[in-house]
């Protein structure tokens, strides 16, 4: 399981003021340090979190019946501090499942038949040793969300369930954008943060310029 955090806008619940936790965020200090400090304030890409599962058969036989997004915990949007990267040019790779937890019942689909759930004409088979790579991407963007992924399986004629938890055994989470921000950073050329006005913000973030957050 991995979470991409590297070309996403985040938004953070509460700003940054301890100076300890200041001086990491603006400073080329190692990743782990800025994401710990990212993970107490409850990091959260805006809109869409994008999740890369890797699933692999240990028994003889296994059957992928169903994954479903779990809503743990539901918000107003996080708007604490908003962390703009500096949009890069190229394609983004295809998502190949998405969800959307705006719906009363968030369930996978694929963009050619997005009003179907994937997993109700399909299912995944797996021997041991195989393993399958799903790309999945999750929206929100009506609230601040906390879920994890609930994964049905049939293995030996016997149906389970598995949790798969976000990074560090903590809920995955996902934020729409807010009206305004309390601070606002931008990437730094140290590869740290640094502090940015609003409207210089919305400069660079073509999202956020078109949508209410500017």
């Known amino acids: 399981?991995?979470?991409?955090?590297?070309?996403?806008?985040?938004?953070?619940?509460?700003?940054?003021?301890?100076?300890?936790?200041?001086?990491?965020?603006?400073?080329?200090a190692s990743g782990s340090r800025h994401d710990a400090v990212m993970a107490r304030h409850h990091r959260a890409p805006l809109e869409k979190t994008d999740v890369t599962v890797v699933l692999v058969g240990n028994r003889s036989s296994l059957r992928i019946v169903d994954i479903k997004p779990r809503v743990l915990d539901r918000k107003p949007v996080s708007d604490g501090a908003l962390l703009?990267?500096?949009p890069a040019g190229g394609e983004v790779d295809t998502i190949e499942l998405s969800a959307d937890l705006d719906e009363?019942?968030?369930?996978?689909?694929?963009?050619?038949?997005?009003?179907?759930?994937?997993?109700?004409?399909?299912q995944i088979d797996l021997k041991r040793g195989e393993?399958?790579?799903?790309?999945?991407?999750?929206?929100?963007?009506?609230?601040?969300?906390?879920?994890?992924?609930?994964?049905?399986?049939?293995?030996?004629?016997?149906t389970e369930q598995i949790t798969i938890k976000g990074p560090d055994n903590n809920p995955f989470r996902v934020t729409g954008i807010a009206d305004a921000y309390r601070t606002y950073y931008t990437l730094s050329p140290l590869?740290?943060?640094?502090?940015?006005?609003?409207n210089q913000a919305c400069v660079i973030e073509r999202k956020i310029q078109e949508s209410k957050g500017c």
């Open 1 to 28: 399981m991995a979470v991409d955090h590297s070309t996403q806008d985040t938004a953070l619940r509460e700003p940054v003021t301890d100076p300890g936790e200041r001086a990491v965020l603006l400073s080329s």
């Open 84 to 86: 703009v990267y500096t």
């Open 191 to 198: 590869r740290g943060w640094q502090p940015t006005s609003r």
């Open 104 to 122: 009363p019942a968030p369930r996978f689909a694929t963009g050619k038949d997005p009003d179907t759930s994937y997993f109700r004409k399909k």
């Open 131 to 158: 393993r399958v790579t799903l790309s999945m991407s999750v929206k929100g963007t009506a609230a601040y969300y906390e879920f994890d992924l609930l994964v049905t399986v049939l293995a030996e004629d016997q």
